[in-house]
């Protein structure tokens, strides 16, 4: 039995349903789960998004097969904090390949829930966007300039690319995939639990700047319900 949380789930045939689970080990994975019409609604009371699991499940190929669930918690987030944990699961489906393993992320996933469960909290989730966005390949650099080694200025603006880094904006040829980032927020991300609300903001839009490159361009249907910061 390995910890795993669902992300999402489809009905599948009369008798089944077709999951994405979030597992410890494993990363993503898909499987089916089947079940009798006497453990119907135990089973879709269960294998819902943010519930913890222990399962297993056997097969090979894209697509296994759940021999054994138990659930160890639930998560309860209402109203804000539930759409904001969607959006979450909705990057983790969109962004990682199956079975490819993730488990600080996993852990980290685990504590944004915890911490939805008081209510909405848009900062903490976007923390872990930028971790999630480190196994995607953007990394940013807060304390030097990827190119020249010169110490972040506050009054520079920055520019990231996946191929060099973060490099000061005025020493480059604009391309339309650039993220534009400012080195006060650089700065201020030392120390996130100290940063001002201008820097949450100017934060949230360099993560949907990422987001869009990193997706082509293709929606997140949670982000489109996703509260502003005020």
Same mark, same amino acid.
């Given at each position: 039995?390995?910890?795993?949380?669902?992300?999402?789930?489809?009905?599948?045939?009369?008798?089944?349903?077709?999951?994405?689970? %979030?597992?410890?080990?494993?990363?993503? &994975?898909?499987?089916?789960?089947?079940?009798?019409?006497?453990?119907?609604?135990?089973?879709?009371?269960?294998?819902?998004?943010?519930?913890?699991?222990?399962?297993?499940?056997?097969?090979?190929?894209?697509?296994?097969?759940?021999?054994?669930?138990?659930?160890?918690?639930?998560?309860?987030?209402?109203?804000?904090?539930?759409?904001?944990?969607?959006?979450? #699961?909705?990057?983790?489906?969109?962004? %990682?390949?199956?079975?490819?393993?993730?488990?600080?992320?996993?852990?980290?996933? /685990?504590?944004?829930?915890?911490?939805?469960?008081?209510?909405?909290?848009?900062?903490?989730?976007?923390?872990?966007?930028?971790?999630?966005?480190?196994?995607?390949?953007?990394?940013? #650099?807060?304390?030097?300039?990827?190119?020249?080694?010169?110490? &972040?200025?506050?009054?520079?603006?920055?520019? %990231?690319?996946?191929?060099?880094?973060?490099?000061?904006?005025?020493?480059?040829?604009?391309?339309?995939?650039?993220?534009?980032?400012?080195?006060?927020?650089?700065?201020?991300?030392?120390?996130?639990?100290?940063?001002?609300?201008?820097?949450?903001?100017?934060?949230? /839009?360099?993560?949907?700047?990422?987001?869009?490159?990193?997706?082509?361009?293709?929606?997140?249907?949670?982000?489109?319900?996703?509260?502003?910061?005020?």
């Amino acid at each position: 039995m390995k910890p795993a949380f669902v992300l999402r789930r489809n009905n599948f045939r009369d008798n089944s349903l077709l999951l994405d689970l %979030f597992t410890q080990d494993e990363g993503r &994975i898909s499987a089916v789960a089947r079940y009798s019409k006497k453990q119907a609604a135990r089973i879709k009371g269960m294998l819902e998004p943010f519930r913890l699991l222990d399962a297993s499940w056997v097969g090979r190929g894209e697509v296994f097969t759940l021999t054994q669930t138990e659930e160890k918690g639930r998560y309860r987030l209402q109203q804000g904090a539930l759409i904001q944990g969607l959006y979450l #699961n909705e990057l983790f489906l969109r962004n %990682f390949q199956t079975q490819q393993a993730l488990p600080e992320l996993f852990q980290r996933y /685990r504590e944004v829930l915890s911490t939805l469960q008081a209510g909405e909290n848009l900062p903490a989730v976007m923390l872990l966007e930028l971790e999630l966005l480190v196994h995607c390949g953007y990394s940013f #650099n807060l304390w030097q300039d990827d190119q020249t080694g010169l110490e &972040i200025q506050a009054a520079l603006s920055y520019c %990231f690319r996946p191929d060099l880094g973060l490099v000061a904006a005025h020493t480059l040829v604009a391309e339309p995939h650039d993220t534009l980032i400012s080195g006060t927020l650089l700065l201020a991300l030392r120390a996130p639990e100290q940063m001002a609300l201008p820097a949450w903001r100017e934060l949230r /839009r360099v993560l949907d700047r990422c987001w869009r490159v990193l997706l082509k361009g293709k929606t997140l249907y949670a982000r489109q319900l996703l509260s502003e910061l005020k």
